[in-house]
């Protein structure tokens, strides 16, 4: 079974920055997608970014302009640059990759909290 493990998490205080990083730990031969989702204190699980394979990426309107997705070409291995933190970005977020048929797979979580 493929294991997502991101890490980057911390305590920052609001306009500090975190780089949050997700391996997967074996090699997934098809991606169709992969992105990031936070779910904050009494929240449901939201999408933060996307970047598919055509090299599209996508954001909720919260992170634009602060937020920056990335991967490392042929590697199972994607990134989340979070600069000018808010309080409001305190919650758990979520590695995912999409494989073939549908087929996700989850990280645990790392948790960020920014503080006011």
């Known amino acids: 079974q493929v294991q997502l493990v991101e890490s980057g998490g911390g305590f920052v205080q609001a306009g500090g920055s975190l780089r949050l990083s997700c391996t997967a730990s074996r090699n997934i031969f098809t991606i169709n997608a992969m992105g990031w989702y936070r779910r904050a204190p009494g929240s449901q699980r939201e999408l933060v970014a996307t970047f598919r394979t055509g090299g599209n990426t996508n954001y909720a309107d919260a992170v634009k302009g602060r937020f920056t997705i990335s991967r490392e070409n042929g590697k199972n291995a994607i990134y989340l640059q979070m600069n000018s933190l808010k309080p409001e970005d305190t919650g758990v977020y979520y590695c995912?990759?999409?494989?073939?048929?549908?087929?996700?797979?989850w990280g645990m979580g790392t948790l960020v909290t920014v503080s006011s």
């Open positions: 995912n990759m999409v494989g073939t048929y549908g087929i996700e797979y």
